[in-house]
């Protein structure tokens, strides 16, 4: 069964840093493009960043870049995400999910999600 | 960037029914559009992919169409499980979801 579970989301104060990880099970992580999708409270979904298998490339959303650095680590079937400089409107629920072998990037399972807020 | 617009935003309809969703692409994106699924407090759920290729496990019942871009979701026959947002997803370029449109018990 795969399964994605997310973890290292709490409150942060404006400026601060957190680092998410997603641990996956149930298939050959080293084989899937992974992404970060988000969700702020009573909103739509967001996509954050992505990752293809071996981590070479990296694309980020425009509001994300320079704060924000994706990674994979395949030997532990872990995917990160470090969040920098975070502000209010990085309040979100955070998904991992996992995108086509062949890089297309639709999402076929996700996590349940880690919440990060932001506030002082 | 390449926006997604889903209308309505709100559908009132009853078990039984027939509905339709609609997603626009203010570009082309060919047919790499997916639809999701998402009720409350539950991650999305991937119905369908490649505009109208359905997941594995997703009742028949949904239907996607489309091309270019003008997309549809279809459901034929509303069951009580199927209350919930829905969401197209672009990937032609990067990703792009749509703002969401929720169905609503009549």
């Known amino acids: 069964e795969v399964q994605l579970v997310e973890s290292g989301g709490g409150l942060v104060q404006p400026g601060g840093s957190l680092r998410l990880s997603c641990i996956a099970s149930?298939?050959?992580?080293?084989?899937?493009?992974m992404y970060w999708v988000r969700q702020a409270p009573g909103k739509g979904l967001v996509w954050v960043s992505r990752?293809?298998?071996?981590?070479?490339?990296?694309e980020y959303a425009d509001f994300v870049k320079g704060r924000f650095t994706i990674s994979r680590d395949n030997a532990k079937n872990t995917l990160y995400l470090q969040m920098n400089s975070l502000r209010a409107e990085d309040t979100a629920l955070y998904y991992c999910?996992?995108?086509?072998?062949?890089?297309?990037?639709?999402?076929?399972?996700w996590g349940q999600g880690t919440l990060v807020t932001v506030s002082s | 960037d390449i926006q997604m617009t889903q209308s309505p935003s709100t559908v009132s309809a009853s078990v039984g029914d027939r509905v339709t969703f609609t997603c626009r692409a203010s570009q082309s994106i060919n047919s790499w559009l997916a639809w999701y699924q998402q009720k409350p407090g539950k991650a999305p759920k991937l119905l369908i992919y490649l505009a109208s290729s359905l997941e594995s496990g997703v009742p028949s019942r949904f239907s996607g169409s489309g091309s270019g871009t003008e997309f549809t979701l279809t459901i034929s026959s509303l069951q009580p499980d199927d209350f919930a947002t829905y969401y197209c997803?672009?990937?032609?370029?990067?990703?792009?979801f749509g703002q969401g449109t929720k169905l609503e018990i009549k």
């Open positions: 990752i293809n298998t071996d981590g070479s490339s990296i």
């Open positions: 999910a996992r995108g086509d072998p062949s890089g297309a990037s639709y999402f076929d399972y």
């Open positions: 997803q672009q990937y032609h370029t990067h990703s792009t």
């Open positions: 149930g298939f050959t992580f080293s084989n899937y493009w």
